[in-house]
């Protein structure tokens, strides 16, 4: 790339960003949201809310999204901020998701990850019966905080369990209530040291 066309690109890919926030902004999604993190337009800081009636119902989880100089050609790089225990979610916070690799189309955009990503939370067998999910040690008023959240995921994918990036959350996703059970054990644990790293 000569060095007139580099200035060129950054100015297209910054164009790209500011019209994707301005859709995010006029246009608002159901359980997720992105914006800049800090001064920068290339590296943004989503929210995913747990989809309701799944084993996340009632959790938020942060991402963060680094963008390539040659974005929307080649995706950007999406991690969990806040550890999240899924079969296709690494300790890391690294994510397995076609449309992050092999999958990707410059016609993609922040939304769709977005919404992608909380329909791999959702996945089929996460669904849980009847819309109220308590467990013996969680109160009944916990069945669900998400009270902006009346999307359903019906037809969500089950992630891959067949080589998954957590071997745990793979074993224990076809029992949703032990799944759950670990889940909060995890994000409260994690959760807590974040608070306690932040004092």
């Known amino acids: ?29 159901v359980g997720v949201s992105a914006f800049p993190d800090g001064d920068t337009l290339y590296r ?21 999204f680094v ?3 040659d974005y929307p050609f080649k995706p950007p ?11 296709n979610v690494s300790k890391t916070g690294g994510i397995c998701l076609d449309i992050l690799s092999s999958k990707w189309s410059a016609m993609l955009d922040i939304r769709t990850i977005l919404i992608s990503i909380r ?15 308590t467990l013996n040690d969680e109160p ?7 009270t902006r959240n009346p999307i359903t995921f019906s ?16 074993t ?5 209530k032990e799944f759950r059970k670990v889940l909060l054990e995890e994000y409260n644990r994690d959760v807590r040291k974040v608070t306690d790293g932040n004092s």
């Not at 009944?140 to 998400?146: C, D, F, I, T, W």
């Not at 992630?159 to 071997?167: A, Q």
């Not at 224990?172 to 949703?176: C, H, M, R, V």
């Open 1 to 29: 790339m000569s060095t007139e066309s580099k200035p060129r690109a950054s100015q297209a890919l910054a164009k790209r960003l500011q019209d994707e926030l301005m859709a995010l902004t006029m246009n608002p999604e």
């Open 140 to 146: 009944a008023n916990l069945e669900s905080k998400n």
């Open 172 to 176: 224990l996703w076809a029992d949703q």
């Open 67 to 69: 963008f390539p100089s």
């Open 77 to 87: 790089t999406v991690m969990f901020r806040t550890p999240c225990f899924h079969p």
């Open 119 to 133: 329909s791999l939370l959702a996945g089929e067998n996460s669904q849980l019966s009847g819309g109220i999910f």
């Open 44 to 64: 943004w800081v989503g929210t995913i809310e747990g989809p309701i009636n799944t084993a996340y119902d009632g959790l938020t989880y942060k991402l963060t």
């Open 155 to 170: 037809n969500s994918p089950d992630p891959n369990i067949n080589s998954p990036l957590n071997t745990t959350a793979a």
